[in-house]
T-cell receptor, first 114, second 112 residues
Framework: AQSVAQPEDQVNVAEGNPLTVKCTYSVSGNPYLFWYVQYPNRGLQFLLKYITGDNLVKGSYGFEAEFNKSQTSFHLKKPSALVSDSALYFCAVRDKGGASKIIFGSGTRLSIRP | NAGVTQTPKFQVLKTGQSMTLQCAQDMNHNSMYWYRQDPGMGLRLIYYSASEGTTDKGEVPNGYNVSRLNKREFSLRLESAAPSQTSVYFC???????????FGPGTRLTVT
């Protein structure tokens, strides 16, 4: 069965510093991997995805994520955090060879202090 | 282009009452999904429809039914609401299962 874990409930970073939000996954085959962001009282918004190819993928708002097959990880990164990046972030995974459903992690709350 | 729309935005039910949550998308997407979001639990998939005419159970289907009415619309029905179904419900769609999902604004449901 596929699963995804976000080991940190909350990440606190000072504005201007780099940030990392961690995600690890488990699938039986090759994965499709996604990151989404949720602002208060809103639905989720797509940030970026890994399907195949280059292990470093770039997405919206200056975010990027690195796919590491050996560590089964897909960590979200940004070189310089903004206060406006404060939100809830979700990692999601789908097994390429499996059923259509996508499984979401429990979410990580990112807080950027001025 | 409205994207994914959901109605209603808020709803309060008494235990045992029934209701249907409506979802529509105008992006000509094939796949549609229903999730519930509870504090500390992230999003849990209730049902999904990979394409028009098909529906499948997700992680937490008990107490719910769905109908893929046509390519645009995917409704979620609670036949006999229970307090455990108090949650925020999100509908989403994607071009295909492998593609990114687009989410509606959510329905906040309270069952007393």
């Amino acid at each position: 069965a596929q699963s995804v874990a976000q080991p940190e409930d909350q990440v606190n970073v000072a504005e201007g510093n780099p940030l990392t939000v961690k995600c690890t996954y488990s699938v039986s085959g090759n994965p499709y991997l996604f990151w989404y962001v949720q602002y208060p009282n809103r639905g989720l918004q797509f940030l970026l995805k890994y399907i195949t190819g280059d292990n470093l993928v770039k997405g919206s708002y200056g975010f990027e994520a690195e796919f590491n097959k050996s560590q089964t990880s897909f960590h979200l990164k940004k070189p310089s955090a903004l206060v406006s990046d404060s939100a809830l972030y979700f990692c999601a995974v789908r097994d390429k060879g499996g059923a259509s459903k996508i499984i979401f992690g429990s979410g990580t709350r990112l807080s950027i202090r001025p | 282009n409205a994207g994914v729309t959901q109605t209603p935005k808020f709803q309060v039910l008494k235990t045992g009452q029934s209701m249907t949550l409506q979802c529509a998308q105008d992006m000509n997407h094939n796949s549609m999904y229903w999730y519930r979001q509870d504090p500390g639990m992230g999003l849990r998939l209730i049902y999904y429809s990979a394409s028009e005419g098909t529906t499948d159970k997700g992680e937490v289907p008990n107490g719910y039914n769905v109908s893929r009415l046509n390519k645009r619309e995917f409704s979620l029905r609670l036949e006999s609401a229970a307090p455990s179904q108090t949650s925020v419900y999100f509908c989403a769609s994607s071009e295909a299962p492998a593609y990114e999902q687009y989410f509606g604004p959510g329905t906040r449901l309270t069952v007393t």
